[in-house]
C-alpha cells in the first residue's frame, strides 16, 4: 500500500483523500488543515488522521472536539508520498520541507512548473515521471485543454490550438470572491497563462488562450478551434472522444446547453459532490470545416477534473504501475467513474 499524506485538506486535497481512499493500493495516512472550519469535522467524520500546520493552534481544534495528531512534519514522516493542495504559492514554501525528509510530492497548479520541475498529466506524459521527486499537476483549465489537445494530435496532428476560457469566478463556497455583475477579462493581455501551462507537458504544440472571468461558481467553459494536419470528420472525432477515458459528451439527446444543466447531470447521476472528472464535450459542438478545421465548446469541472489526474501521478512518481493505461483503469474503476455519453 502507498501511504499518501493531503498537505492541505480543501477544495482539491478533500477530493483527492477521498479519491486515495478508494484506490485498491493505497491509502491515506493522514490529510492537514491550520483553522478550526467545517473541513477539520469532514477529516474527522471520514476517519482521517488530521495534522495541522502550528502545533499551538491544537488547543483550538481540541476545544472544538477535534483531535489532532501531529504536526505537518509528523506526517510527512509516516508518509512515502504527498499530496501537496495547500493553497498556491505556499507549495513552493513547503518544497524545503520534501527536499529535507526526502518526499516525493505533488503540486498543484496554482505552483508554477519551476516549483516541481514536471508537469503531468497521466494521458500525455505518465512515462516521463519516473526517476522524479517532485511533479506538479497542471491546473484544472489546463488539464481539460491537454487532455483533448494531446487525444486529437495523437488521432489526427494538432496544428495550432487558439482556445478561449470562460472561467468561473470563485468556488461555490468562496463567499469573498466576486465579480457579481461583470465579465472581467483576466488576463486583459494575450495570451493568457494557459498556452504557456499547456507546453509545459505538450511544447510541440503551438497554443494561443485568452481568458475572462464571469460570476458563476460552477465550471469553466472553453471555446476551442484547432488546424488538424490530417483530414478528417466529426464521425470520427466523435469516436475519438468516445474511446477516451477522461473525455466524456454531453449528447445532444439531454438537452444540456449550460454548466447549470450540466451540474443537476452529474448531481443525478450520483457522483460524489456533483463532481464532473471528465472534460464535458458539447456533442452538439464538434465541427470540422474543410476536412481539417476543428471546434467545440467544452465543460471544466474545476474543482474536480484534477483529483484522478493526482492519483495516477502518485503512481507514476511511485513507479509502481509503469503503464498509464492500467493505472488510468484502476483510478477510474475504484472511483466507480465511466466517462459521461
Ligand atoms: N479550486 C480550484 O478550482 C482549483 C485549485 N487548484 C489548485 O489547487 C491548490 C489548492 O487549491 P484549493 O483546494 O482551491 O485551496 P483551498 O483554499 O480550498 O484549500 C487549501 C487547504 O490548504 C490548507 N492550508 C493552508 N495553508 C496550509 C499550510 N501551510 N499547511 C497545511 N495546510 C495548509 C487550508 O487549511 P485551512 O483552511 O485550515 O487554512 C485548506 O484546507 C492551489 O494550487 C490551486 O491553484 C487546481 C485546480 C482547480
Ligand atoms: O487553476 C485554476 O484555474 P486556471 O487554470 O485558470 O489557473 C483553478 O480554477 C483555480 O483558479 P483560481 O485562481 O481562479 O481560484
Not at 485498491?24 to 483553522?35: L, Q
Request: charged share 25%; proline share 4%.
Amino acid at each position: 500500500m502507498i501511504k499518501v499524506a493531503i498537505n492541505g485538506f480543501g477544495t482539491i486535497g478533500k477530493r483527492v483523500a477521498d479519491a486515495v481512499a478508494a484506490q485498491p493500493d493505497m491509502e491515506v495516512i493522514g490529510v492537514s488543515k491550520t483553522s478550526v472550519s467545517a473541513e477539520a469535522y469532514i477529516a474527522k467524520q471520514r476517519g482521517y488522521p488530521l495534522y495541522i500546520a502550528d502545533l499551538g493552534k491544537k488547543p483550538a481544534f481540541e476545544k472544538a472536539g477535534i483531535e489532532v495528531a501531529g504536526d505537518v512534519e509528523a506526517m510527512l514522516k509516516v508518509a512515502d508520498i504527498v499530496v501537496d493542495a495547500t493553497p498556491g504559492g505556499v507549495g513552493e514554501k513547503n518544497r524545503p520541507l520534501y527536499e529535507r525528509l526526502g518526499k516525493k510530492a505533488i503540486f498543484q497548479g496554482g505552483e508554477g512548473h519551476e516549483v516541481a520541475g514536471f508537469s503531468f498529466n497521466a494521458h500525455a506524459n505518465y512515462k516521463e515521471a519516473e526517476g522524479h521527486q517532485f511533479a506538479r499537476v497542471v491546473s484544472c483549465n489546463s488539464t481539460g485543454l491537454i487532455r483533448i489537445i494531446h487525444a486529437m494530435d495523437q488521432a489526427f496532428g494538432v496544428g495550432r490550438v487558439r482556445a478561449v476560457m470562460v472561467r468561473r469566478a470563485a468556488d461555490p463556497s468562496d463567499v469573498k470572491r466576486g465579480p457579481v455583475d461583470a465579465i472581467v477579462l483576466n488576463p486583459a493581455t494575450i495570451p493568457s497563462h494557459h498556452g504557456p501551462d499547456v507546453n509545459t507537458v505538450l511544447p510541440q504544440i503551438n497554443i494561443v488562450t485568452l481568458a475572462m472571468i464571469v460570476p458563476t461558481t460552477f465550471m469553466h467553459m472553453h471555446v476551442i478551434q484547432m488546424d488538424l494536419k490530417k483530414e478528417t470528420t466529426r464521425e470520427e472525432v466523435l469516436k475519438v472522444f468516445e474511446n477516451h477515458s477522461r473525455i466524456g459528451l454531453v449528447r445532444k439527446a439531454t438537452g444540456i446547453k449550460s454548466n447549470a444543466e450540466l451540474r443537476e447531470y452529474t448531481q443525478d447521476l450520483g457522483r460524489p459532490r456533483t463532481d464532473l472528472w471528465e472534460n464535458g464535450v458539447f456533442e452538439e459542438s464538434v465541427s470540422v470545416l474543410d476536412g481539417k478545421e476543428f471546434y467545440c465548446f467544452q465543460a471544466i469541472h474545476q474543482e474536480a477534473d484534477v483529483v484522478p489526474e493526482n492519483v495516477d501521478c502518485i503512481r507514476a512518481l511511485m513507479g509502481t504501475v509503469k503503464d498509464p493505461k492500467e493505472s488510468i483503469r484502476m483510478t477510474n474503476e475504484a472511483l466507480g467513474f465511466v466517462a459521461i455519453g
